[in-house]
């Protein structure tokens, strides 16, 4: 394995890992319930206003450049929140900072690697190892905690750091052709695929919903709650590192099949623990396909990242949230049955977007 493929797997590794360092500690920053929450989200805030510029910027100058930049900007935020321990509003403004910096690595790193040959393998290793990093990052920090309440923030932070000094000497190959779209264009391509991105809103939305409501529906401790999530990412890690290997032919017919059975699978977490790591299974498919089918497009894949990356990002933002309005007069086992039923309105429109077709007839 080359030092380029070293420093793009340790970096969705380690900034994955940080991004879920503080989760565990959230309670020792700050007993204030709305900045626990203002810490939590202000990293996904951040990485959602960076992920489409960064992938739109990336198809323009190339990703090497913003690779490294992002790997810098992590590895310097980390350190700042670990460094500033003692005002909580610091540290959500450290962690816009961290999203920012994560956000444009992820979106660059990602439309690198879709754009290789072997683009389905590398990205299923790429997506195993940041659902890897994002179960470290809930276990490890905690554990270190006794230690020092930052040790996880500053561990992952140095392996972010290392994952920059690997990728220094990070090239972009000479196969790289600089694409400058219009704006007009980019909206064009964007309402192309308008029925797509719908879908993959609702389908990530759905993981963030269970993973949200999961710890208060099921009664469990803590400790067991933290256990059935990490498995939920193992799951999505082990389904993209295998499904990775299979040829996908019909990557949005495979993608609108597990729609179904993620469906079932959501109403089912009201039920049994196993419904958690089913949905983390089949969300892992899911991810394969639609990274197979974005991969064979014609269209810059720094855009097309961004863009997925970005509707993913909304989702986890808005879906947990709305649901969160309506769990009191609906119960749980009423939001996951709508939930379910929006899942499956998703892979029912999949049907409707224009690139259905010639992706299906492709295959």
Not at 37 to 53: D, T
Not at 92 to 110: I, N, P, Y
Not at 256 to 262: G, P, T
Request: aromatic residues 12%.
């Amino acid at each position: 394995m080359n030092i380029s493929k070293i420093s793009l797997y340790l970096g969705a590794f380690a900034t994955m890992a940080l991004s879920n360092a503080v989760v565990p500690i959230l309670a020792l920053i700050t007993s204030d319930a709305a900045v626990q929450g203002a810490i939590y989200s202000a990293y996904f805030l951040g990485a959602f206003f960076m992920v489409f510029p960064a992938g739109w910027i990336s198809d323009k100058i190339g990703r090497a450049p913003l690779i490294k930049i992002g790997l810098a900007g992590t590895f310097a935020s980390g350190l700042l929140i670990w460094y500033f321990t003692g005002d909580p509003l610091l540290t959500v403004g450290f962690r816009f900072l961290e999203g920012l910096f994560t956000g444009m690595f992820v979106s660059s790193a990602l439309s690198f690697v879709n754009s290789q040959p072997e683009h389905t393998k590398l990205s299923g290793m790429y997506l195993a190892l940041m659902n890897v990093g994002m179960v470290a990052g809930l276990v490890i920090p905690g554990i270190l905690s006794v230690i020092h309440p930052y040790a996880g923030v500053l561990v992952f932070s140095v392996l972010t750091g290392f994952a920059f000094l690997a990728g220094i000497f990070f090239r972009e190959g000479s196969g790289f052709i600089s694409v400058r779209l219009p704006v007009r264009m980019i909206f064009s391509i964007a309402l192309y695929h308008k029925w797509l991105w719908a879908a993959l809103f609702i389908f990530t939305g759905a993981t963030g919903v269970v993973i949200s409501m999961y710890p208060e529906m099921s009664g469990y401790s803590a400790e067991i709650s933290g256990v059935v999530t990490a498995l939920m990412s193992v799951s999505t890690a082990v389904c993209v590192y295998a499904v990775s290997r299979v040829s996908l032919l019909d990557s949005l017919g495979f993608l609108r099949r597990s729609a179904f059975i993620l469906t079932i699978s959501v109403p089912l977490v009201f039920f049994t623990p196993i419904g958690m790591i089913l949905v983390g299974a089949v969300f892992g498919v899911i991810s394969v396909a639609v990274l197979n089918y974005i991969a064979g497009t014609p269209h810059p894949q720094g855009m097309m990242n961004g863009l997925l990356i970005t509707m993913q990002y909304a989702g986890m933002a808005v879906l947990p949230f709305i649901t969160g309005l309506i769990v009191i007069p609906m119960g749980y086992l009423g939001v996951f049955i709508l939930v379910g039923a929006c899942v499956l309105l998703g892979g029912l429109i999949v049907v409707r977007c224009p690139c259905y077709a010639p992706a299906v007839k492709k295959g």
